[in-house]
């Protein structure tokens, strides 16, 4: 694949991404935003997180592209989209691909910062910041990987493979297509996770309800099941019910995706087969490292 051509893939896919992030944003707006729910006004912030970081992305791109000069059919014409430069820097894949890390560490560094500032004395802005560094973190990681799969040379390896110091290594995709069922009645948090699955070669199916949900997984047989724990309280008896009940569903792995609420205690966790537990809001190597461990081999 000529290098023009998988810049122009990226900056395509960038602006995908951006306006699927936009879109998610206005679906959950239209629904949620005069509720004033405290829910929506952290998938607002998360989701401005994002876009934030998306459209520094691509003006980090639009700096290093160049193009040819116009022909006479081109004149009076309106500036071709970025996506169509016909001469772009060589280097661009790698000067994106380091730069995406050095912002995902400058964004895990703001959580960090809050954390340590805001944690103990103002507990609501410490909440909302950190999900508007998680959106930019998912971000970051999510174009990286993107690069890497479009340009598996070894400057752009080499970047990606080489974590800042104290920083954990990156995660590597597993081989094979796997399948995890979604469970969470967060419609920003289903759409977040499945971005974050797929962009690793993962199939996956979402819910909202807990019992509908596993209605779904008789049929699909999933390889893990990643359930919110608000729904499992709600639903303990019927969820653990099925899940001891159905034959196909008693090995599948499950793992919670903890609230702000209180904890799932001892006794539900494991008639639900609980085999691990994240906390929200969680980073997607995490996320991604926990369904890792997880599932069967």
């Known amino acids: 694949m000529k290098q023009a051509h998988r810049c122009q893939l990226l900056h395509r896919y960038i602006h995908k991404k951006q306006q699927e992030i936009q879109q998610t944003l206005q679906e959950f707006r239209s ?6 729910k405290t829910s ?5 912030s998360e989701c401005q997180g994002a876009i934030a970081a998306y459209q520094d992305i691509l003006r980090m791109y639009s700096m290093h592209i160049t193009y040819d000069a116009p022909g006479p059919e081109e004149a009076g014409l309106q500036p071709r989209d970025v996506s169509e430069a016909s001469a772009p820097n060589t280097e661009i894949l790698s000067i994106l691909s380091e730069y995406c890390q ?3 560490r400058e964004a ?3 959580i960090a910062g809050c954390q340590q500032r805001y944690a103990s004395s103002d507990e609501k802005k410490y909440v909302f910041l950190q999900r508007k560094y998680a959106g930019e973190v998912m971000v970051y990681q999510n174009i990286g990987r993107y690069i890497r799969k479009l340009s598996p040379s070894s400057a752009v390896a080499v970047i990606a493979e080489q974590p800042a110091a104290g920083q954990p290594p990156a995660f590597e995709s597993m081989p094979g297509l796997r399948h995890i069922l979604v469970l969470d009645g967060s419609a920003l948090i289903r759409k977040s996770i ?12 979402t819910a909202a309800d807990g019992v509908i949900g596993l209605d779904i997984a008789k049929k699909l047989a999933p390889d893990a099941i990643l359930m919110d724990s608000g729904i499992a309280r709600r639903n303990e008896e019927q969820l653990a019910f099925i899940l001891r009940r159905e034959r196909r569903l008693r090995k599948i792995p499950v ?3 903890e609230g702000t609420g209180r904890d799932l205690d001892d006794r539900v966790s494991r008639q639900l087969g609980i085999v691990a537990n994240i906390k929200k809001p969680f980073q997607p190597d995490e996320l991604l490292q926990t369904i890792k461990t997880a599932l069967p081999e």
């Open 102 to 104: 050095k912002k995902h």
């Open 255 to 257: 793992i919670l995706l």
């Open 40 to 44: 929506f006004l952290l998938a607002q």
């Open 31 to 36: 629904q949620y935003e005069l509720s004033g």
């Open 194 to 205: 499945e971005m974050i699955l797929r962009s690793e070669g993962f199939e996956v199916t």
């Open 108 to 110: 895990e560094q703001k």
